[in-house]
């Protein structure tokens, strides 16, 4: 006879013990108990295995966490593709992450941004077609800031077997699996405070890929990841406000060297402060004696094209309404982020290319007279 027994773990069965008597006899009951009881140690065996295994992957991740701390910590001296590759580097040791990415909102750390740059990509069997390193994704006309607009910290995992029909949101994820050839996605907002820097994605080919333990720790280093990005872009603030109080002080020192030359000295004034202010254009015009016309005196513009229509050399108060004389006749700072302003309607074709967004300042006398802007 043939006597069989089960080997569980945590009340699910793992295996099977077969025993076969010899011909014609049959076990007897303390035979059957040893062969159950040889089953029970069988079964402790595996699950000590299987705990022991768990540990050492524990202990791995947090071995990998720790050295990922100590880096993020000096993140600031790092150049930030450094700490892309270590991102890299401890997420891919598990087989089926086939891809990584990081994107990063742009130009405001929010999930309501109107872009996502790709800032890292990597692929362990080859590139990522669909997107290249520097690409702008259209967050909000793919619709991707809506997935994150009731939960902005909260990972997604994208399953392809469980989208829908693929309409409204299902389209949108479905998107994402396309972009990354993937049958599953771990989504991982980069969040600290207040601020939303964009998201960590992995994805896989195979279905069902991630555990909940590789999340878990997926979700760890995009903690560290958000951590690293909102270092160094405080670093690059500080330095770049270094940069105008220096640049500040040069104007001072030229302004007060202003002599006959007046057009070439306003041009190496402007030079000074165009860089650390991140203009890449000015104009500066005196009022004529009528006051009623503004006249060029140092201009620079990045168009290099003849066929490019280049800022006016002058403008009349009346006729050219800009945000440039609509600043000598308010006597107050005119600010254009968009091509349609308030005050002056907007903008023409040409004229978004000429002026792109622009600030406009009246110069004016200590005795508040404007003398030009």
Known sequence: SVYST????????????????????????????????????????????????????????????????????????????????????????????????????????????????????????????????????????????????????????IQAHELGDLEGSDQILAYLLRTLNAETLYLMPLVTGAKWFGVLVCSSQTPRAFTENYMSFASAVGDQLAIAVENRRLLEEVQKEARRALALADAGQLASRISADFESDVNRLFRAVSDPGDFDRWWFGVLDTDGQSLRQVAALSPQESGDTPFMPQRMNLKRDRNAITESVLIRQVVLVNERVHPTFGKLSAQEHIVYGKHLAVPVMTSNEVVIGA
């Open 6 to 157: 089960q080997i569980s773990v945590g009340g699910k069965p793992i295996g099977q013990i077969e025993t076969k008597a010899p011909q014609r006899a049959q076990l007897s009951k303390d035979e059957q108990a040893l062969i159950d009881a040889v089953a029970v140690r069988v079964a402790l065996a595996v699950d000590n295995a299987r705990l022991f295994q768990q540990t050492q992957m524990a202990l791995g991740e947090s071995q990998r966490l720790y050295e990922m701390a100590r880096t993020v910590s000096s993140a600031a001296e790092l150049n930030i593709e450094a700490v892309y590759a270590l991102i890299t580097e401890q997420l891919s040791y598990y087989e089926n992450l086939d891809s990584l990415a990081i994107l990063l909102a742009d130009p405001f750390p929010s999930h309501l941004a109107p872009n996502v740059v790709v800032a890292h990509l990597w692929s362990r069997i080859g590139s990522i077609s669909a997107w290249e390193a520097g690409q702008r994704v259209p967050l909000l006309q793919q619709g991707l800031s809506a997935q994150f607009e009731l939960a902005p910290r909260s990972p997604m995992l």
